[in-house]
């Protein structure tokens, strides 16, 4: 009997911690932050982000957007169903999910338009039902124009991550001549510049010392003359 009530109790337990919402970006699932490349400068892009209704009940979702760090010159909006001014901060109508059901684009998707410049934005996303809040940092980088289309990052790979103290990042660039202007560059959440460190051949692995970076999220990006060609996301604990 008392196998029976711990079992049941455990079951409680599962059902009451289970999350409600699952977040998705091209197929993967997504906890905190989600990195939206953007292939283009002064055009608008739009991103799908899927959200999971993940119970057995339809679920009305408050959608807010929290403006956290603005390239000069960029645009961001959001759209349910239709699309709203970048200055619109809380949905006016709930995002409506039935059981088990994910969102589409005509559900939910983002709009960006990075003007311009080259750069970072960050925009935080909180999704509500009841007392339940859930948050998404969308990160929206501005990838590098001008440079020839045959040059590709065929590797950018960081080990150990999440990391502590040292990481070690491998990478392979082609189609560029000059790999005195490529370089490896850490930056925090808010796009502060943490390390660099000059690449003088086209592949290999640099080690980098995070002894010191407060635990948190943080990007890796490979950079070739002043142009970001691929970023992605680090932990260090």
Do not use: W
């Amino acid at each position: 009997m008392k196998k029976i009530v711990l079992f049941l109790v455990a079951i409680a337990f599962l059902s009451a911690n289970a999350q409600s919402l699952k977040f998705f970006y091209q197929g993967e699932e997504v906890h905190d932050t989600v990195l939206l490349e953007v292939a283009g400068l002064n055009a608008i892009e739009e991103f799908t982000v899927n959200i999971l209704n993940n119970t057995d009940n339809e679920l009305e979702i408050t959608v807010a957007k929290e403006n956290i760090m603005e390239l000069d010159g960029s645009m961001n909006t959001f759209c349910l169903g239709a699309c709203y001014d970048p200055s619109v901060t809380i949905a006016p109508v709930p995002l409506v999910l039935a059981a088990h059901t994910q969102s589409t684009f005509d559900d939910f998707h983002l709009m960006y338009n990075s003007g311009r410049f080259m750069g970072i934005s960050l925009v935080k996303y909180t999704f509500t039902i009841g007392e339940e809040v859930y948050s998404l940092v969308m990160k929206y980088s501005s990838l590098a124009l001008g440079i020839s289309q045959n040059v590709k990052v065929k590797q950018l790979n960081s080990y150990p991550n999440p990391c502590t103290d040292r990481v070690k990042i491998q990478y392979n660039l082609s189609g560029y001549a000059h790999s005195a202007d490529a370089k490896i560059v850490i930056t925090n959440l808010l796009g502060k510049k943490m390390q660099e460190k000059s690449l003088q051949n086209l592949s290999g692995d640099v080690m980098f010392d995070v002894e010191d970076f407060p635990a948190g999220i943080y990007f890796y990006s490979i950079e070739v003359a002043q142009q970001v060609l691929a970023t992605k996301k680090l932990i260090v604990k």
